[in-house]
């Protein structure tokens, strides 16, 4: 009698056991693994004899085999740097919506919701904006002109003088002339404020329409609405 498989195929292609009761069959389970030897791996800093020559070593012997060899190049050689060389500091662009005058929202941080008149933009691409503070209790500040949304609402702010207020007006004193300089910030906030209002005042409902803050009531989506 011939021996037969213990898998047989009914059909071409199709066995007559499945592959879980052929390995039921076989009860490999029960054999013990016995783990082999592992060959012990090269110390990190000791490289083994057969293996690759990085690309720089392909390189200087390359360039030892030429006849063109000089041995006090070797030392001038350097990586190549970026072709267009250093990116050369550009001022922030400011978006077309944004003019001197032009009454914004701020969309986050401390007066989140506030609208305030943007007076100009400062050197470190900052905008310079004001409530003003006596009417919406927003003061002099510096804001980033990806947090502030741009509406259709202008004054016209020519005259305002505000060309003695750059980024070094915003920076953090010692205690020791903190007084000294809050006093003068109080002076330069109550010198621009009696300007702009003087203007503001010049519009009707103007006054109103910036001391109420800007919010979104139930069914008004922000990118369906024109400012």
């Given at each position: ?25 076989r ?33 200087t012997?390359d360039?030892?085999?030429?006849l ?60 310079l ?59 330069t ?19 109103s ?19």
């Open positions: 009698m011939s021996h037969s498989s213990r898998s047989s195929l009914l059909k071409p292609g199709v066995s007559r056991l499945s592959r879980s009761q052929v390995f039921a069959r009860a490999l389970y029960k054999k013990k693994k016995v783990a082999g030897k592992k060959e012990a791996k090269p110390a990190r800093h000791q490289r083994p004899a057969s293996a690759k020559p990085s690309a720089t070593e392909d390189i012997k360039l030892k085999k030429s063109l060899f000089n041995p006090s190049q070797v030392s001038a050689i350097k990586a190549p740097s970026h072709p267009k060389g250093r990116k050369a500091l550009r001022p922030t662009k400011l978006r077309q919506s944004i003019t001197p005058g032009s009454v914004l929202i701020i969309l986050a941080g401390r007066f989140r919701g506030k609208r305030v008149v943007f007076l100009k933009q400062l050197d470190s691409g900052l905008l904006v004001t409530g003003p503070y006596k009417i919406n209790g927003v003061p002099l500040r510096r804001v980033n002109q990806a947090y502030v949304a741009a509406t259709s609402t202008k004054i016209n702010i020519e005259g305002v003088k505000v060309s003695t207020i750059n980024d070094s007006y915003f920076k953090r004193e010692s205690e020791a002339t903190e007084e000294k300089i809050s006093a003068q910030k109080v002076a906030q109550k010198e621009v404020d009696a300007q702009i209002i003087s203007k503001v005042n010049e519009v009707q409902h103007l006054s329409y910036l001391s109420k803050p800007f919010s979104l009531s139930k069914g008004q989506y922000p990118h369906q609405l024109k400012f």
